[in-house]
Nanobody, 125 residues
Framework: QVQLEESGGGLVQAGGSLRLSCAASGRTASSYTMGWFRQAPGKEREFVTAITWSGGSTDYDDSVKGRFTISRDNAKNTVYLQMNSLKPEDTAIYYC??????????????????WGQGTQVTVSS
């Protein structure tokens, strides 16, 4: 069992930066692939980025490549999402998710079994 708790959301102007954190608890939390998804009002929850348990592999949606960076600190059981050059279209609730996986990084919502409660990110124009 893995519990996830996001923090770091807030209101920022376009072009600004935010760093989200996801604290994981559970005996084997560090062995999970960790992902970030987001859901804007009236839209489906969509994949943003994910990182393998070792941190050796990452995957990003094209909409955030070059602007967002995912990282993890297994000693702290924490995953980070550094978001730079934020745009109004990045406004959404951001969710942390976890899955035990090997090989290709999962990018579909249904593949992740553990979810946090989400943190709101609002980017003003």
């Amino acid at each position: 069992q893995v519990q996830l708790e996001e923090s770091g959301g807030g209101l920022v102007q376009a072009g600004g930066s935010l760093r989200l954190s996801c604290a994981a608890s559970g005996r084997t939390a560090s062995s999970y692939t960790m992902g970030w998804f987001r859901q804007a009002p009236g839209k489906e929850r969509e994949f943003v980025t994910a990182i393998t348990w070792s941190g050796g592999s990452t995957d990003y949606d094209d909409s955030v490549k070059g602007r967002f960076t995912i990282s993890r600190d297994n000693a702290k059981n924490t995953v980070y999402l550094q978001m730079n050059s934020l745009k109004p279209e990045d406004t959404a609730i951001y969710y942390c998710a976890a899955v035990q996986s090997w090989g290709r990084i999962p990018t579909r919502r249904a593949q992740y079994g553990y979810w946090g409660q989400g943190t709101q990110v609002t980017v003003s124009s």
